[in-house]
């Protein structure tokens, strides 16, 4: 439920036509200019942002030194406190030798020189007065640690136990070596935070970046604030004591109101998004101005009803703002807002629900706010990534889940059933990590969809594209973003006339743009980009993993082709070599035949399978053939055959364009048409034969019919010369059929639905 770094372009037009209308292509690519260029490139780091940025780095690191330095300099005891069962403080562990004679003693106060006084109790292990309830609890709260630390101070101390003994110690200060790893860890964090949250807001400036910043810069606040309690045993350093709770209690607030004013902006700006977030900053606002001047009772209360109700607000205009328009960005912050309000919420009720058992109480506060504040810290840091790895996406969701599955169970049973805090911790580990195991692969099953496309399905696809690229190279960009749309499913997809290098996310992970290559240049350079919103109808977001596939999707395409074009000019060379030694060989024979006949019928016969052998090496060596061309050689051949069988010849021919057959075309529909008129002249003892060649919207249709003596052709049995005929159809996409003609003979009609695609 955070602000993502990135600026969201402008929404494109919704359109599902893959080639919009020329009108239309132009508003798409006005509505396109605005923001492709920012998208494309690389934001150019300006030489003030990266002065500053290094400058606000190292203020950052020299800050938290500091810190360090003045926790490392506070007084302390080397010694492991606990409440016992009555509220009193008993000593558990210590390496001071003058304290080791009273481990499992009741301390009772410390006396700091001569009249510096602290009497304890168990209130004074509380870490943080932000997590206390009650307003008297946490003015006690601060009167304890406010004596301690002047106790403290005097250097030389006297430790009062239940049992009457005294010991004496000299205070010496903590040290860095003895801060804990766990301060250690969550320093880190919130100074990883706060880079990212630099980086981020001078990257590129803007009022959402901004909100992002402030959002990042809270939690550091909140992070630091645990680390120093974490290091700290029984005082807490005198600034803290003073302006923790209203330091803490802002950071809360000032998120809040900034998560949901951000919803309001972000995927998209709400209608009334002004007011709405005014009316937020004004609620965050008012209990805090109260809580400085001391004028707020009941400030937990305040305060955790306040950021849950501003949290429900952020979830309410994100789902307002998903039912506009489907942006997944959205849908994603709205699940993950879900679950950091209801811990929220859950840690609110679980520490209300303690209230009864002061120590269980403070357990639940120290573990369940520092969960909680990790918790949001690490999702905030995820959010400038969010588009860059659906798998890490994935495990973080699945991660935030069952981690708020284990704190709810540790609340339950601590505030419950009266578990130890081993116990309770434990069995919350065991049965979490038991529900993760099961549901895991549910969850990710769930997550990725089911409509994605297989990869068989995917390689059919791009070599079937492959074939008709190669064919018609205009259509590239058309058929790779059909592909593009069944894999992803999204809900707009268009072209712009935009060159682009590489694929990749944009708009929060909203758009994918995917380079179209012209697969007629040898470089394949793109001179139009594909752009698809919205993946999975609007239910999942585009992700580095997708524009990574799209670009080997690309890649394939264009090696599909660059490998047909090679395969195809090696058959070219290949035919024009059989064409050659056909023509310079059996060529030279048969004319040596032709002058050595013996009859004028055997010269004709000779004569005419020479001429049919100059039109068969002469369609090997061409690479393309007219239609209208290819059919006055069709009928020429047909008719010499005809006449030596004394069979009349009816040739029609009819086409609304001259296509250009590709050399497959053209040997299949010669060898068809050359197997049919065999057939009339070998068996169908017919007088006359017509054939109707007929082009017409990319339908080419050949009917043969004879006058002959053949009957029920569905009898036949389809040897070489028909069962060929069957083949080469089929190859090329089309269907035969034969049947009986009225009043004699029969027809053989022969379709091929897109003879535009056939030569694939």
Known sequence: ??????????????????????????????????????????????????????????????????????????????????????????????????????????????????????VLDGLILQRSSRWIIGDAERARHRELQERLNGALEQRQVRLYFSDGGVAELKIEPRGGLHLGLLYWLLAALALVLYLVALVTVLVRPSPRNAL????????????????????????????????ELHARMGFDLLTAAAILHAACVHPRKLPFAGPIALVGWVVALVPLVLELHGDLRHAWWWTQATGALLGLGAIGMLSWSYRIER???????????????????????????????PMAQQGIAAVGSMIWVVFLASLLLLVPFIARSQQMLR?????????????????LFVTAFSFGQFTSITLSVFLSLGLYAGVRQWLLNHLRGTG??????????????????????????????????????PLEATVAPRASTEARASGDGSTLLVPAPDVSRASGRADQTLVLRFSQRGRRLFTQEDARLADRIVEQLKRAVAFDQA?????????????????????????????????????????HTLQDLKTLTRGLAAHSHRLSHAAGEWKVDAQSRLQLAHIALDWQTHFDRDAELSVVQWSALTRVLRELVSNAIAHAQATQLSVSLRLSDDRLQLVVRDDGRGRNPQAWAHGLGLGGVRKRVKQLGGEVEWREAQPAGIECTVVFPHWSLAAA
């Open 1 to 118: 439920m955070a602000l993502s770094p990135s600026h969201l372009p402008p929404p494109l037009p919704s359109t599902a036509a893959p080639a919009p209308a020329a009108a239309d292509a132009a508003s798409d690519l006005s509505v396109f200019d605005q923001w492709l260029p920012a998208q494309f490139g690389r934001t150019p780091w300006l030489g003030w942002r990266l002065r500053l940025l290094i400058g606000l780095a190292l203020a950052g690191c020299i800050g938290l030194f500091l810190l360090t330095r003045e926790l490392a300099d506070q007084p302390a005891i080397d010694a492991t406190w606990r409440a016992d069962a009555s509220g009193q403080l008993e000593l558990v562990a210590t390496h001071e030798p003058a304290l080791q004679p009273f481990v499992g003693r009741a301390l009772l106060g410390v006396i700091g020189g001569d009249s510096q006084v602290a």
């Open 212 to 243: 992002y910043a402030l959002m990042a810069l809270c939690q550091c606040g909140n992070l630091l604030f645990i680390a120093g309690s974490t290091a700290m045993e029984l005082s807490l350093p005198p600034a803290w004591v003073h302006w």
């Open 327 to 357: 942006h997944p960005f959205a849908a994603v912050l709205r699940r993950l807002g879900t679950v950091a309000a209801g811990t929220w919420i859950l840690l609110t009720v679980a520490i209300a629900a303690a209230s009864h058992e």
């Open 395 to 411: 495990e973080f969701s699945l991660l935030a889940g069952i981690s708020t599955v284990a704190t709810s169970l540790d609340l």
């Open 452 to 489: 994605m496309v297989t990869m068989e399905r995917l390689f059919e696809r791009l070599y079937r594209m492959a074939r008709e690229v190669e064919a018609h190279p205009e259509r590239a960009a058309p058929s790779l973003l059909s592909l593009l749309r069944e894999l992803f499913e």
């Open 567 to 607: 395969v195809e000019r090696g058959r070219s060379e290949e035919r024009s070599r059989i064409a050659q030694d056909l023509h310079d060989d059996i060529g030279a024979r048969l004319l040596t035949l032709m002058y050595q006949a013996h009859s004028p019928e055997e010269e004709d016969y000779i004569r």
